[in-house]
């Protein structure tokens, strides 16, 4: 049996960028002795501790949880976004993943919509925008015993999980050729638009989240699902069939448009 190498040497060509005006170019960086435990994002604080030894400026890239909850962490890899490994995060992406010697291409999420701030680290403060418009409900639904009082089908309430999974990482955004936000906005009103709690300003919210997305600089869906297969929380397509329904029937229910 192969045995797995401990570390690993690899030669980044990592996206730097000192500001969001500023000319952007590849720069090669040597990682030396990496183990193949470390995520990616480990990788990258070893890379910035040797930077900063050497007095140089570390590689800026966004995260917090670490343990692909929170959304902060993406740059496309190998030109995937979070990288070659399926329903993965960034921080969740090991290094065992790689091979001694390889080459890793390391950009940022590229879209209209998600300047470039620096290095890896973008501006998606447009996808809080879309959810300040909608993406919750102001009913009072009272406390848990008052929501486990409302009999929910239990293939309604896995769908609305299944939604709910959205972390709002923009992946979807970076992978689709069009830099649709369909498939973060579908998540966010699925999840909403079918449970009864969220079913009241269903209309209201579709209109106003979709109005919110297309001033955003977000492009259209093109049905390439590469949203799909970017997602590491494997939000499904069928949710943005979901959407152009709440969309449609709520601009035939509305005076609002
Ligand atoms: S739909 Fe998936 S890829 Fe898009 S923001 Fe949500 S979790 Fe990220
Ligand atoms: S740092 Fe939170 S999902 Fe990656």
Redesign the pocket.
Known sequence: MKKLAKTINVTLKVWRQPGPEAKGYFETIVAKNISVHMSFIEMLDTVNEQLTLDGKDPIAFDNDCREGIC?TC?AVVDGR??GPQKATTLCQLHMRQFSDGDTIVVEPFRARAFKVVKDLVVDRSA?DKIIQAGGYISVNTGGAPDGNAIPIPQDIADKAMDAA?????????A?CPSAS?M??V??KISQLALLPQGKPEAARRALSMVKVMDTGGFGNCSNHRE?EN??????SIV?IARLNREFFKAGFLSNEI
């Open positions: 959304g993406g976004a979070h996808f999974a959205c972390i709002g990482c923009g992946a979807c955004v992978a936000a498939l973060f579908s998540g949203c970017a997602c590491p929380k494997e939000l949710n």
